[in-house]
């Protein structure tokens, strides 16, 4: 028999268990069952118990939960919804206002200028999970400022993604404004033409299975072709350089109104995969970050560089959003959305330090400001959303 | 960015994408989705085109959906109806037929007596999941003559991994009766405590959450606590040396009939989690199947343990359930409903293999009669169960 520890069964029924202590943990705390199940996470990680470690099969299966995610969140929304200016103003003011504050913050903790510019980009990717699943679980999905907290979060991480390649060209000192600007349009056109393609074709090809004849003999093939769609999209966006996320959402908002006659709907059955495997992403955020490195000196810096985090979004984009005519609590709100670093955070703090840009403290600093910042948002969110 | 062929992505949708293949395949041949999607699975393995390895990851989410499957399979029987004498005999008899016909066929070809006998134990066990499936697929899992190929196979599982226990034990020769005893009454002791425990105390679990204050706020609770079961059962089952499957499958029938107010069905998640899981396993038992070692001499012994394979069931089987009182055409049903030695007969030829007890040849040659009563299986079901 193999190690039970490696086993997938014990894995899965552990990680299902542990988000369960985090509705529980949750509920008793009166907050969003994201934050409970960071926490237990964390309890259960390396850090403190030591009963999960982030394997290489907790990171697939917290991948996948990523991916259905944003693929579920990109059902509820219709293209038109996103694709306005304001959004492209208040997601550029986000990626740029954070970007500069975590750079001068870094020179000023006597950061290179080479590492001051990756420590910022770390500050500027939203982790549209969290902020959308805590608007999910509260029915507020469907919200102006939601649309615009989503609208304005993916054009701020498909920016966030193309500051991370060009600080990776800065470090090995190649960049020009014209492979800055090549990147960016690579972006650019992805959005476009993933969208329009999977609007004109790829629903229409799910109406035309629809209604086939093999459709009332296998309605499980519609079903099969949506995921498949949302893991292509992922797939195209991580070849050019986005995040595998960027491209599922793109591919739920795709999909997104097609009517189904004979298959079983695809929305419900994302729906359900979302469930088992967003809260195994969940749990495994917490699983992820190793406290451990923690000292008495860093801590200092973890939260003066949360409370930049914080500080820039809420004026990256509260501000810009107000001055676009949203009220006062609207704009706190979307401010306040675009907190959360969550995972992508973490992401540009592994590459950073696997490329030797920055060290372990460092490392243990971003990824501490991406967990706290997670924590922070549902517990703000949900007061303000409250009120 | 990292390598294209180990993306999650790009894994996810090309696997996906020939389940749909499979599909097309299976509908333009008129037989089970599961023929296709092995058959599609075999040509884009290393075998034929090398698109797909049978990377960790492949190995995780088809180990997943072969857990899932059963555990949906489960949900759909009842507790009583596979606790009977009957299936006991049959499927006590559908081990020790092919183990002895199996054991004499690898003498007359040559191999050594202890070899001989793990070679007969790969013909042992009965892969649940192809049969089910086909059943499933056909609408007749709630037929009597369903209901007893699953009841046996059940039992004949859990006896052909007891049977393994004991080979193993026979190559290091410290067999005893002693000992056999003990596995086999592991496996029944797990059976009857894992059905009554769940029967008794988690459907009534799950009664409970559903009808608590949390349920409501969080109707997501009880899919989640009904999948941690099926995995915690699985586990447990490979704890006492069982196989993960036949857990997940005890889970599947303590949780039958298990009625909800307030959360969202864990039936209904379960089958949806199966469309996409149990489509990544089938397409993986064709990937996994490299036909490369292939040798003209190999083909005689492999189309020879084949047709003692299907023989043996049928006469192991099918004889015993027309002797207790089935008529022809249901015995003859039955027998080769348990013809499919699938995934079990596979991993049992890879941990002899593992374990230096059989050599590449007869791997291969095992893998192919796994296959090869895989694949004649639903195709003769179709046919019998048509009429």
């Given at each position: 028999?193999?190690d ?5 069964e014990?894995?899965m029924?552990?990680?299902?268990f542990v988000?369960?202590?985090g509705y529980?943990l949750?509920?008793r705390?009166?907050?969003p ?13 390396p850090s403190?118990?030591g009963?999960?470690?982030?394997t290489?099969f907790?990171?697939?299966i917290?991948h ?17 919804d996103?694709?306005?200016l304001?959004?492209l103003?208040?997601?550029l003011?986000?990626?740029?206002v ?5 750079y001068?913050l870094a020179?000023?903790?006597?950061f290179e200028?080479?590492?001051a ?12 999970a969290?902020?959308?699943d805590t608007?999910?679980?509260m029915?507020?999905l469907?919200?102006?400022?939601a ?7 993916v ?26 600007g ?11 033409i993933g969208?329009?393609l ?5 629903s229409?090809l ?7 004849a ?10 099969i072709?949506?995921?498949m769609?949302?893991?292509f ?15 599922a ?14 298959s079983?709907?695809f929305k419900e ?5 979302r ?7 969940f ?7 190793d ?12 939260l ?7 500080v820039?979004?809420l004026?990256g984009?509260?501000l810009?959003?107000?001055?676009l005519?949203?009220?006062?609590r609207d704009?706190?709100v979307l ?6 670093r969550g ?10 330090l696997?490329q030797g ?16 910042t ?8 949900r ?5």
């Open positions: 028999m193999h039970l520890a490696h086993s997938i014990f894995q029924s552990l990680l299902l988000a369960l202590a529980l949750s509920s705390i009166g907050q069952a994201v934050v409970g199940q960071i926490l237990v996470g964390l309890a259960i990680g403190v118990l009963w999960v470690t982030y290489e907790v990171s697939s917290a996948l939960g990523a991916v259905i995610l944003l693929f579920v969140v990109g059902l509820e929304f219709k293209l038109k996103i694709a306005s304001k959004y103003v208040i997601g003011l986000g990626v740029i954070p970007w500069i504050g975590g001068f020179l000023a903790y006597d200028h080479h590492r510019v990756i420590i910022g980009v770390a500050l500027t990717a939203t982790s549209i969290i902020t959308a608007l999910r679980e029915g507020k469907s919200s102006p400022v649309k615009a907290i989503i609208g304005a979060a054009i701020d991480d498909v920016l966030a993604l193309a500051a991370l390649s060009i600080a990776n060209e800065m470090a090995t000192g190649t960049v020009s404004v014209l492979s800055s090549l990147i960016l349009l690579k972006a650019i056109l992805f959005l476009g969208a329009l999977g609007k004109y074709l790829l229409r799910v109406t035309r299975i629809d209604e086939s093999m459709a009332i003999k296998y309605p499980d093939m519609v079903f072709f949506a995921m769609v949302a893991f999209y992922g797939m195209s966006a991580e070849i050019i350089g986005l995040s595998a996320i960027v491209g959402f793109v591919a739920g908002v795709s999909l997104e109104g097609v009517g189904l006659k004979n079983k709907s059955g994302a729906e359900y995969l469930i088992i495997f967003a809260s195994v992403f749990v495994s955020l917490g699983v992820l970050a406290v451990r490195a923690m000292t008495w000196e860093l801590m200092g810096f973890v003066v560089i949360t409370l930049v985090a914080i820039t979004k004026v984009c509260g810009p959003a107000k001055a005519g949203m009220n006062w704009s706190t401010g306040f959305g675009m907190v959360p995972e992508v955070a973490m992401i540009v703090a592994l590459i950073a696997n840009v920055i060290d372990q403290p460092a490392y243990v600093a971003l990824v501490l400001m991406a967990l706290l997670t924590i922070i948002t549902p517990l703000v969110l007061n303000l959303l409250l009120k």
